[in-house]
C-alpha cells in the first residue's frame, strides 16, 4: 500500500511538471519570435525607405507608437478606416502616424482585416504594394494638414505577435 502511495505521489508530480511545462510558450516573447518580429520590420522599412526615397533609420518612437496601436487593436477581427491609424502629438507642427497594415482582398473600405503572418509558415515577408500605396497616399495627406512646408523626418515599423500571429503597423513624424 505504502509503494502505491509513493508511486501515486510520483505520477501526480510528474504531471503538474508537465503541466508547468506546457504552459509556457506561444506568448510571442522567446527568441525566435523576436527574430521574425526584427525581420519583418526590417523588410518594411526597405520597402518604405525605396518609396520615400530616403534612407531613414527605424525610428524608435514612431516603432513603440506602431506596437501599442497594435496591441490596442489586436482584438478586433476588423478595424474602420479611424482604428487602422494612431496619431502622437508631439507639438502643433510635429506629429507621429501610424498604420496597422491590411489585407487589401479582404477588405471592402468600411471594414480592414489586419494583415500578418505566421513565423513557422511564412517563407518570405512581403509588404504588400496596395497598401504601401494607400499609406503613402494617406500619409501625404496628413503632411498636407501639417503645413504647405512640412516635411516627413522620420519612419517606424513595428512588429508585434499575438496568439501565434505577427501583425506590423508602419508609421511616420511629420514637422511643418
Given at each position: 500500500?505504502?509503494?502505491?502511495?509513493?508511486?501515486?505521489?510520483?505520477?501526480?508530480?510528474?504531471?503538474?511538471?508537465?503541466?508547468?511545462?506546457?504552459?509556457?510558450?506561444?506568448?510571442?516573447?522567446?527568441?525566435?519570435?523576436?527574430?521574425?518580429?526584427?525581420?519583418?520590420?526590417?523588410?518594411?522599412?526597405?520597402?518604405?525607405?525605396?518609396?520615400?526615397?530616403?534612407?531613414?533609420?527605424?525610428?524608435?518612437?514612431?516603432?513603440?507608437?506602431?506596437?501599442?496601436?497594435?496591441?490596442?487593436?489586436?482584438?478586433?477581427?476588423?478595424?474602420?478606416?479611424?482604428?487602422?491609424?494612431?496619431?502622437?502629438?508631439?507639438?502643433?507642427?510635429?506629429?507621429?502616424?501610424?498604420?496597422?497594415?491590411?489585407?487589401?482582398?479582404?477588405?471592402n473600405g468600411k471594414a480592414y482585416v489586419k494583415s500578418?503572418?505566421?513565423?513557422?509558415?511564412?517563407?518570405?515577408?512581403?509588404?504588400?504594394?496596395?497598401?504601401?500605396?494607400?499609406?503613402?497616399?494617406?500619409?501625404?495627406?496628413?503632411?498636407?494638414?501639417?503645413?504647405?512646408?512640412?516635411?516627413?523626418?522620420?519612419?517606424?515599423?513595428?512588429?508585434?505577435?499575438?496568439?501565434?500571429?505577427?501583425?506590423?503597423?508602419?508609421?511616420?513624424?511629420?514637422?511643418?
Amino acid at each position: 500500500m505504502k509503494k502505491l502511495t509513493k508511486l501515486t505521489s510520483l505520477l501526480l508530480a510528474g504531471i503538474m511538471a508537465l503541466a508547468m511545462l506546457t504552459a509556457c510558450g506561444g506568448t510571442g516573447n522567446d527568441a525566435a519570435t523576436a527574430k521574425f518580429e526584427a525581420k519583418a520590420e526590417q523588410v518594411y522599412m526597405a520597402k518604405l525607405n525605396d518609396a520615400f526615397g530616403k534612407e531613414f533609420k527605424n525610428d524608435d518612437a514612431i516603432k513603440n507608437l506602431a506596437v501599442k496601436h497594435i496591441e490596442a487593436m489586436a482584438s478586433k477581427e476588423t478595424l474602420s478606416m479611424d482604428e487602422l491609424w494612431a496619431e502622437e502629438k508631439l507639438t502643433e507642427k510635429t506629429q507621429n502616424w501610424v498604420m496597422i497594415c491590411y489585407d487589401v482582398s479582404q477588405s471592402n473600405g468600411k471594414a480592414y482585416v489586419k494583415s500578418s503572418y505566421e513565423a513557422g509558415k511564412a517563407e518570405t515577408i512581403t509588404p504588400d504594394e496596395t497598401t504601401i500605396k494607400a499609406f503613402l497616399n494617406l500619409a501625404q495627406m496628413k503632411r498636407g494638414q501639417v503645413g504647405n512646408t512640412a516635411k516627413f523626418t522620420a519612419l517606424g515599423v513595428g512588429a508585434k505577435t499575438i496568439n501565434g500571429k505577427t501583425y506590423v503597423a508602419i508609421g511616420f513624424r511629420v514637422e511643418g
